[in-house]
């Protein structure tokens, strides 16, 4: 969803990222546990290269091979 924001809408990868990350956590409430990297919060992230490929995926602060 990300990637497909940014190529098609010209939408910045820092404002796609925060549209689907820290804005739904905070809607659905769950901000104090999830859509930031932050200390105290699951570390969740995904990894991508320069074409927005998704390269690794990190979940709860485990690396998913």
């Known amino acids: 969803v990300v990637a497909r924001t940014v ?3 010209g939408v ?3 404002v796609a990222v925060r549209a689907a990350s ?3 956590a905070a809607a659905l409430g769950l901000d104090h546990e999830c859509g930031a990297l932050r200390p105290g919060l699951f570390a969740d ?4 290269d320069e074409e927005l ?8 602060g485990e690396w998913i091979e």
């Open 7 to 9: 190529r098609e809408s």
């Open 53 to 60: 490929r998704l390269q690794r995926v990190l979940r709860r």
């Open 45 to 48: 992230a995904a990894i991508v």
């Open 12 to 14: 910045s990868l820092l």
């Open 22 to 24: 820290s804005t739904p």
